[in-house]
Structure formats: structure tokens, C-alpha cells
């Protein structure tokens, strides 16, 4: 077996556009870092057609991460049956889509017809230090899925980013009701690494889906009107989730970018038209994305803010957003876990050597895995094996091939090559308590002699 490293691409700075200042390689920097967030209900659709029109960013200058809610998925029994054991086709699509442009899927995260898919450039993952997930039930009183929230939340560097998609309760007459759920889904609290947290207390909040606010006090030809008139500006001012904020009664925290864009619902299926029918759907903004930051000194800059008209599978419009924000991101002195040396032993088998952090909190669910280096997600490994902790690392010194600090504690395992064929791989450090990969090594190309 001969092993070359053949591009060390994890843990490399950001580029000059994304970098807001320099600073010496040992240290952690300030780095600006972009997001998308997509969001559309789906009206129980499958994607048996292309969705790349989701994807709406320049390739030339792709956000760090990229965050996907849907509602209103197929959730009938089988489907769900079938969801379980091969995932839903949603996130299938996305995952190959995503994982050709070298994103990979960190957290995913399904209640009843309500998904959020979180996906991290690969290049940014050993900064992912803490993930977590959870959702919350809004439907029939709290006990029923129909309606309610996905929360994923991620620890980039030193800040805490929570993504919320949610399907708010429907219906004109139902503004108080969805303020009331709001409010229940900004203070849940939900398991995030060694502590408890709420969605109203993290860093950066970004609230989104069908939230279900219409345009009220209007005819509904007087609507059809105004938006073949484009005024757009008017009919936010009966908008009631506009009316909401200014009165400060709920979403008083949130802001939203300025919409330039037709209201996203309700349509008549794979047509341009709204529908005008005796049902009176009065065509409202219902699907939209907000985001919160507690003080002014949290940058966050909205760069777009649009829908996609071109995707008419659904009785809505998808609809999109963009943001830069600032954190602090890790150097590679600062990661928890870091692969010095890998190479291949004279059973010709994979042999890992790696350095664990004193001050890491393991766990016996702790696992190293191989990965190809077109891998998807997280659990999209080739074979894994269960990490020590700590507490049996304790001896392990004379393994190091380098001298380390005392705070560091050194390791290797052996993965059988029989896993393994000729390619390019990478290996990653898996921590159950944070659900993420919290090391990763550069790109190893592997050729079996």
C-alpha cells in the first residue's frame, strides 16, 4: 500500500475575499463567512424533476454554508417506511447535487412533512465544533407534526448559528395563533453540546418556511391588481407579519431584507397564474426568511433576497436568501483532534496516528472514519472504527513518532485495507458529544500494490 498526501485543504485559510483581516498561522482570525437559505413547501411533491434551480449562488464565490427547509413533504406511511432506510429523495437529490460542488451534509433533521438539511464546504468542517438538532410539534394542540419547527444549531469557530424551518398554522384568521407559536419556538430548548440552550439565545437566528402570514383587508382582485403593477411596497403594508413587527406585538427582534419580489402563494399547479377561485386565497407572502442578531456589534449584512419563479411543481414559490456574518475560526494548534501521521504498516493495513486534546471531552461513542473524498455527509463513510477516551490514552506517549505537549495525547489505530481500494481519501475524527467531525486529516491518495 503506498500512501501520498495529496492535498492539504483542510484547515486552510479562507481566501482574501472572505478573510477580513491577517493574522500569523498559530492564531484564531476574524473571517466574514456567507450563508444561503432556500425554503420552499413543497405541497407533497416529489422531486422527480430537476431542483438545481434551488442552488442560486455564483459558483465562483459559493457560501460557507447552505441551509434547505422544505414543508409539506410526502409523509404518508409507506413513504415515511421508505424515508427511513434510504432517506427521504429530497435530501438524496440535494446530497448529490451539494456534494459535487464539495459541501457535506452535517445535520438533517424531519418532523412529519418538515425537513432542514444543513450542508458545510468541506474546507470549513473542522471548525464545525458543535452540532445540534431538534424539533418542535405545533399541530393539534402540540401533539401532531402537521405544523411546527425543525432547529439545527452549529458552533462555527466561537459563534453559535441557529437555522429554524417551520410551517406555522394556515388561514387568514389565524394571525394570534401563529404569533403564539412563535413565541413557543423561540424559547424551546433543546440539548447543545455540554449545556442547554434556547433559540432565542443564540448568536445569529435565522427564522424561516411557510410561516403562513397573508395580505389582509384586501380584495383579492385589488391584490391581482397591485401585483401586476408591481407594487410590491404596497402590499407589504398589509402584510401581517409586517404589521406584526412594526407594532412590536411578535417578531419585533427579527429583521427582514427588503422584498422586491410577487407574493409566493397560492398558485395554480406548473402555471405562472395565482389562484383566484372561490376558495378566495388571497396571493400572500407566506414563505419567507428573517434573520436575528442580539446586539449591534454581531455583523450580519443580507446580500439577496428573492424567489424562484421558475420551479411550478408546488402551489408556492421557493424562496431564497443570503447573508455575510463574522466569526472566529480555528487554526489548526487550536483543534480538539489532529492526524500527524498515516501511513501503512507491514500488514499493509491503514495505520492512523493521531493527537487528542487533554482538555477534549470524548466519549466511548467517539469513532474514526474513512472517507472517500467525494463523501456526502457525515455518516457517508467507507468503514469506521470506535476511538479510545482519554482516560485510556494515558500511556500512549511512546507511540508518538514526534514529541507533543503534555496536554496532548497520542494515538493510532489500524483500519483493515480490505476496506479499502486505490483513490483519494480523508480520514475524520467523529465526537458523539458534539455531532461533528472535530478533526480531519488532508486529502491521502492510497494506491494498493
Same mark, same amino acid.
Given at each position: 500500500?503506498?500512501?501520498?498526501?495529496?492535498?492539504? =485543504?483542510?484547515?486552510?485559510?479562507?481566501?482574501?475575499?472572505?478573510?477580513?483581516?491577517?493574522?500569523?498561522?498559530?492564531?484564531?482570525?476574524?473571517?466574514?463567512?456567507?450563508?444561503? +437559505?432556500?425554503?420552499?413547501?413543497?405541497?407533497?411533491?416529489?422531486?422527480?424533476?430537476?431542483?438545481?434551480?434551488? %442552488?442560486?449562488?455564483?459558483?465562483?464565490?459559493?457560501?460557507? +454554508?447552505?441551509?434547505?427547509?422544505?414543508?409539506? +413533504?410526502?409523509?404518508?406511511?409507506?413513504?415515511?417506511?421508505?424515508?427511513?432506510?434510504?432517506?427521504?429523495?429530497?435530501?438524496?437529490?440535494?446530497?448529490?447535487?451539494?456534494?459535487?460542488?464539495?459541501?457535506?451534509?452535517?445535520?438533517?433533521?424531519?418532523?412529519?412533512?418538515?425537513?432542514?438539511?444543513?450542508?458545510?464546504?468541506?474546507?470549513?468542517?473542522?471548525?464545525?465544533?458543535?452540532?445540534?438538532?431538534?424539533? $418542535?410539534?405545533?399541530?393539534?394542540?402540540? =401533539?401532531?407534526?402537521?405544523?411546527?419547527?425543525?432547529?439545527?444549531?452549529?458552533?462555527?469557530?466561537?459563534?453559535?448559528?441557529?437555522?429554524? /424551518?417551520?410551517?406555522?398554522?394556515?388561514?387568514?384568521?389565524?394571525?394570534?395563533?401563529?404569533?403564539?407559536?412563535?413565541?413557543?419556538?423561540?424559547?424551546?430548548?433543546?440539548?447543545?453540546?455540554?449545556?442547554?440552550?434556547?433559540? +432565542?439565545?443564540? /448568536?445569529?437566528?435565522?427564522?424561516?418556511?411557510?410561516l403562513n402570514f397573508r395580505v389582509e383587508n384586501l380584495d383579492i382582485f385589488h391584490v391581482k391588481d397591485l401585483i401586476d403593477r408591481k407594487e410590491?411596497?404596497?402590499?407589504?403594508?398589509?402584510?401581517?407579519?409586517?404589521?406584526?413587527?412594526?407594532?412590536?406585538?411578535?417578531?419585533?427582534?427579527?429583521?427582514?431584507?427588503?422584498?422586491?419580489?410577487?407574493?409566493?402563494?397560492? =398558485?395554480?399547479? /406548473?402555471?405562472?397564474?395565482?389562484?383566484?377561485?372561490?376558495?378566495?386565497?388571497?396571493?400572500?407572502?407566506?414563505?419567507?426568511?428573517?434573520?436575528?442578531?442580539?446586539?449591534?456589534?454581531?455583523?450580519?449584512?443580507?446580500?439577496?433576497?428573492?424567489?424562484?419563479?421558475?420551479?411550478?411543481?408546488?402551489?408556492?414559490?421557493?424562496?431564497?436568501?443570503?447573508?455575510?456574518?463574522?466569526?472566529?475560526?480555528?487554526? $489548526?494548534?487550536?483543534?480538539?483532534?489532529?492526524?500527524?501521521?498515516?501511513?501503512?504498516? /507491514?500488514?499493509?493495513?491503514?495505520e492512523i496516528n493521531y493527537q487528542v486534546k487533554n482538555s477534549f471531552n470524548t466519549h466511548l461513542r467517539d469513532w474514526i472514519a474513512i472517507y472517500?473524498?467525494?463523501?456526502?455527509?457525515?455518516?457517508?463513510?467507507?468503514?469506521?472504527?470506535?476511538?479510545?477516551?482519554?482516560?485510556?490514552?494515558?500511556?500512549?506517549?511512546?507511540?508518538?513518532?514526534?514529541?507533543?505537549?503534555?496536554? %496532548?495525547?497520542?494515538?493510532?489505530?489500524?483500519?483493515?485495507?480490505?476496506?479499502?481500494?486505490?483513490?483519494?481519501?480523508?480520514?475524520?475524527?467523529?465526537?458523539?458529544?458534539?455531532?461533528?467531525?472535530?478533526?480531519?486529516?488532508?486529502?491521502?491518495?492510497?494506491?494498493?500494490?
Amino acid at each position: 500500500m503506498e500512501i501520498r498526501n495529496r492535498q492539504s =485543504f483542510f484547515y486552510a485559510r479562507l481566501t482574501d475575499q472572505e478573510s477580513t483581516s491577517e493574522s500569523d498561522s498559530n492564531q484564531s482570525s476574524w473571517q466574514n463567512l456567507k450563508l444561503y +437559505i432556500c425554503t420552499w413547501n413543497v405541497n407533497t411533491k416529489s422531486p422527480n424533476f430537476d431542483i438545481k434551480e434551488l %442552488i442560486q449562488f455564483d459558483l465562483s464565490d459559493m457560501p460557507s +454554508i447552505c441551509a434547505f427547509g422544505f414543508q409539506e +413533504i410526502n409523509s404518508k406511511p409507506w413513504q415515511r417506511i421508505l424515508d427511513f432506510f434510504l432517506n427521504d429523495p429530497w435530501t438524496n437529490k440535494l446530497d448529490e447535487i451539494l456534494g459535487k460542488m464539495n459541501y457535506a451534509r452535517v445535520q438533517s433533521t424531519r418532523l412529519v412533512g418538515i425537513l432542514l438539511n444543513i450542508y458545510v464546504k468541506k474546507t470549513l468542517l473542522p471548525n464545525v465544533i458543535c452540532c445540534s438538532q431538534d424539533w $418542535i410539534r405545533l399541530g393539534l394542540y402540540g =401533539f401532531w407534526g402537521n405544523k411546527g419547527a425543525n432547529i439545527c444549531s452549529i458552533k462555527i469557530g466561537t459563534t453559535n448559528i441557529c437555522f429554524v /424551518n417551520t410551517h406555522l398554522s394556515a388561514h387568514e384568521h389565524q394571525d394570534k395563533e401563529r404569533l403564539i407559536e412563535h413565541s413557543k419556538i423561540m424559547y424551546h430548548s433543546f440539548q447543545f453540546g455540554d449545556s442547554i440552550q434556547s433559540v +432565542i439565545d443564540q /448568536n445569529y437566528l435565522f427564522f424561516f418556511g411557510d410561516l403562513n402570514f397573508r395580505v389582509e383587508n384586501l380584495d383579492i382582485f385589488h391584490v391581482k391588481d397591485l401585483i401586476d403593477r408591481k407594487e410590491f411596497k404596497l402590499l407589504q403594508e398589509h402584510d401581517q407579519l409586517q404589521k406584526s413587527i412594526n407594532k412590536e406585538k411578535c417578531f419585533s427582534l427579527f429583521k427582514e431584507d427588503t422584498i422586491n419580489f410577487p407574493p409566493t402563494y397560492k =398558485f395554480i399547479l /406548473n402555471t405562472d397564474d395565482y389562484d383566484l377561485s372561490k376558495k378566495n386565497r388571497v396571493p400572500s407572502y407566506c414563505d419567507r426568511v428573517l434573520f436575528k442578531i442580539p446586539r449591534d456589534d454581531f455583523f450580519c449584512r443580507p446580500l439577496k433576497y428573492n424567489h424562484i419563479p421558475c420551479l411550478k411543481q408546488s402551489d408556492h414559490r421557493p424562496v431564497y436568501a443570503s447573508f455575510e456574518i463574522r466569526t472566529i475560526l480555528l487554526q $489548526i494548534n487550536d483543534a480538539a483532534v489532529y492526524f500527524f501521521n498515516i501511513n501503512a504498516n /507491514n500488514d499493509q493495513n491503514l495505520e492512523i496516528n493521531y493527537q487528542v486534546k487533554n482538555s477534549f471531552n470524548t466519549h466511548l461513542r467517539d469513532w474514526i472514519a474513512i472517507y472517500d473524498e467525494n463523501f456526502k455527509s457525515i455518516d457517508d463513510y467507507i468503514t469506521y472504527k470506535w476511538a479510545p477516551r482519554i482516560e485510556e490514552l494515558e500511556n500512549s506517549f511512546e507511540q508518538c513518532y514526534e514529541k507533543r505537549p503534555k496536554r %496532548i495525547f497520542c494515538r493510532r489505530i489500524v483500519i483493515d485495507q480490505s476496506y479499502i481500494k486505490s483513490g483519494n481519501y480523508t480520514i475524520g475524527y467523529f465526537s458523539y458529544n458534539y455531532k461533528s467531525l472535530v478533526g480531519m486529516s488532508s486529502i491521502l491518495q492510497i494506491n494498493l500494490t
